[in-house]
């Protein structure tokens, strides 16, 4: 049987994805009404940000343009993954009702099968909020629109989505053999974005450390938007630590990849 | 559906000291916890040649299920070999899920709030079937499963037994070889379960298609299965016909007679018991080996007869005494 070309495979996601979008339009109200909540929610987020410079003019060093900046990047990374990726975090319940299994018997990959058959198209409120933001901040903290500024803002937020997407699925491949690990997953992908929104200057010692090196969660946000601002790091990391962004994902998803390789592998079901 | 002569030998199915053990955590105390390996499946093997209607029995928990995820690539043996049309079914699952179609009675492989026509047209691209002959499976399905009334109907609004139905149809659309049942006619009304019957009857008939069917419906297993196989605490207990079930079982057929008046005397045949006498009702119970036409011959002679009827027995009671003796001493199974 000839292996079937990239193209038509990826017809078939196409297919699948619109399917999802006619299901999830078939509950017209809810849809609104998630759509609007999931906007809420970005702007509960810089809200935070808003209320605490109406306090301070300047936090840790950066003002709040710059801190914008920051979360800006972060958050349209964050959004960027969890709209494509984000669903993936109700792997045990996946596993529970049996739709693994229903995804195991099709000749498709697993993954992007169970990211397509769930994905929650009323997370796109969100990119777009996350989008404005960084526009926002742009204009706000006067960065510059160099072509090589400009190449920053894109792959930025881009390698932040893998990067946040490989940390879903890192997380979520756990379900495998521990049926309730949400609580694991949630603190490393809305905790992760919690602290790539703030300049690293605001965390301490140990945790900024492991948070913003251990786990690469430094990359996504701070060091580029350090660039941006055309400043240098106050904790004295060299400059194109902001250009690492891309290979920092690229690492992520290719552990990612592993771990959930060996997730299926081992996957012991259910029972009927 | 048609023979293309897509592999070489006739076993489609072939499964050697397949085994599948899960991890189960014990608490010991506060804190200990012990780990424990349990054996779902424990060395099956199982051969199933192309166009057999296989039924593969058991109790609650005696690892049908696991096998059949097993055959069609969704769990990892623990040991053992399979093959499923010359295949590995884990590490050649994509390969193989193009080859067999599965329904789980209890999961469904259709979009829920799309209408079923559908979850077809997609099935068609998920699978890469050209067009005609899509076409021409879905009408053949259509019109033996009556998918009509209900094809442009969202899935959530259809009953259980339409659904069926449609789930039936949704794994055969792209052709397979194999076809694997888990339960297929669980919770369905009388007239749903016998349509689903008749469709299979009728795909086992043609030979085409090799059917792997689990189910705890024995009127499923009467209609469609010359061969059983049973299994229980993960191993196989019985392979083979219906009749070597009996046999093995020691069933008995009972003949029931009236007579217009009670006869004086009993006649002594081998293998033929009184059960019961009630005024000028006599029940007989026979062994395998006694003939029902000799005992009649026989009490044709002793008075008239007014009524006679010959039970056959029942599978049910076969089963269940085959699942007990398992229970109570599952080392002695038979090889």
């Known amino acids: 049987m000839a292996e079937p070309a990239a193209a038509s495979t990826a017809a078939i996601y196409r297919r699948l994805v619109a399917a999802q979008v006619r299901s999830q339009l078939a509950y017209r109200v809810s849809f609104v009404l998630d759509l609007v909540s999931n906007v809420v929610f970005l702007g509960a987020d810089l809200l935070t940000v808003l209320v605490v410079f109406h306090r301070v003019p300047v936090l840790a060093g950066f003002s709040l343009a710059d801190t914008l900046l920051v979360f800006g990047l972060a958050s349209l990374g964050f959004s960027l993954a969890e709209l494509i990726v984000g669903s993936i975090d109700r792997m045990q319940r996946h596993v529970r009702t049996g739709l693994l299994d229903a995804v195991l018997i099709r000749p498709l990959g697993v993954l992007w099968q169970l990211l397509v058959l769930d994905v929650g198209l009323r997370r796109v409120g969100r990119v777009c909020s996350g989008l404005v933001v960084l526009a926002i901040a742009v204009r706000l903290a006067g960065v510059p629109l160099t072509p090589a500024n400009l190449l920053l803002l894109v792959i930025t937020p881009v390698a932040g989505a893998v990067f946040f997407g490989a940390m879903f699925v890192a997380t979520a491949t756990v379900a495998f053999w521990w049926v309730d690990s949400g609580e694991l997953s949630a603190a490393l992908t809305h905790g992760g974005r919690d602290f790539t929104s703030y300049p690293l200057t605001v965390f301490g010692g140990w945790f900024r450390h492991l948070f913003a090196f251990g786990l690469g969660f430094g990359f996504v946000a701070y060091y580029p938007a350090l660039i941006l601002l055309d400043r240098p790091d106050p904790l004295g990391a060299p400059a194109w630590l902001g250009w690492c962004g891309p290979l920092q994902a690229a690492v992520a998803a290719t552990l990612a990849a592993l771990i959930w390789r060996t997730g299926v592998r081992h996957y012991r079901s259910t029972g009927s | ?335």
Request: glycine share 10%; charged share 25%; proline share 6%.
């Open chain 2, 1 to 335: 559906m048609n023979d293309d002569g897509r592999h070489g030998g006739v076993n489609v199915i072939e499964a050697r000291g397949l085994r599948k053990d899960f991890t189960v955590r014990v608490r010991k105390g506060l804190l200990r916890r012990e780990r424990r390996d349990v054996a779902a499946v424990d060395g099956v093997d199982l051969t199933v040649q192309r166009g057999e209607l296989l039924g593969y029995l058991g109790p609650n928990g005696a690892g049908k299920s696991t096998t059949l995820k097993m055959l069609t690539g969704v769990l990892h043996p623990s040991g053992g070999r399979v093959s499923v049309c010359g295949l590995t079914p884990v590490p050649q699952r994509i390969l193989l899920a193009r080859r067999i179609g599965v329904v789980f009675g209890q999961r469904s492989q259709l979009w829920w709030d799309l209408p079923l026509r559908d979850s077809y047209e997609l099935l068609r691209h998920i699978y890469r079937v050209p067009a005609a002959e899509h076409a021409a499976r879905l009408r053949r399905c259509r019109d033996l499963l009556e998918l009509d009334p209900f094809l442009d109907t969202p899935v959530r609004q259809l009953s259980l037994g339409q659904r069926m139905r449609g789930e039936l149809t949704a794994a055969l659309l792209h052709g397979p070889e194999v076809l694997f049942l888990d339960e297929p006619t669980i919770g369905l009304d009388v007239v749903s379960k016998q349509a689903v019957r008749g469709f299979l009857a009728e795909l086992g008939e043609t030979g085409d298609t090799t059917i792997v069917l689990t189910t705890h419906d024995l009127a499923d297993i009467e209609r469609l299965c010359r061969r059983i196989v049973v299994i229980d605490h993960g191993r196989v207990v019985h392979d083979g016909g219906i009749d070597a079930l009996h046999t093995r079982y020691g069933s008995q057929r009972r003949v029931t007679v009236d007579f217009d008046t009670p006869p004086p005397a009993l006649p002594d045949l081998p293998g033929v018991h009184l059960e019961a006498t009630t005024g000028p009702r006599l029940t007989f119970t026979l062994d395998t080996s006694a003939s029902v036409g000799t005992l009649i011959s026989t009490l044709t002679t002793l008075g008239n007869l007014r009524d006679l009827s010959v039970t056959e027995p029942e599978i049910e009671e076969v089963i269940a005494r085959l699942y007990r003796s398992e229970g109570r001493a599952p080392s002695q199974r038979n090889p």
